[in-house]
């Protein structure tokens, strides 16, 4: 019986009450600034991969077939 941490906190950027629309956030900027961060990070982690993990799967060998 725990309550549901995050569902009443607001935006996460500024804490801010969340839109209906834009929920969790509260505006389009706060939204706008939560995706770049998502999108860096996505950015810095998969720089940090090391590349023998793409040998692992099918790339364009695959997709010649169709045509
Ligand atoms: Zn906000």
Do not use: H, K
Not at 40 to 54: H, K, L, N, V, W
């Amino acid at each position: 019986m725990a309550p549901r941490p995050g569902q009443r906190q607001g935006c996460p950027i500024c804490g801010a009450p969340p839109t209906e629309r834009l929920a969790p956030f509260c505006s389009t900027a706060c939204a706008d600034r939560d995706l770049a961060q998502w999108v860096t990070g996505r950015y810095a982690i998969a720089s940090a991969i090391p590349e023998s993990s793409e040998s692992d799967g099918m790339a364009s060998s695959n997709g010649d077939q169709n045509s």
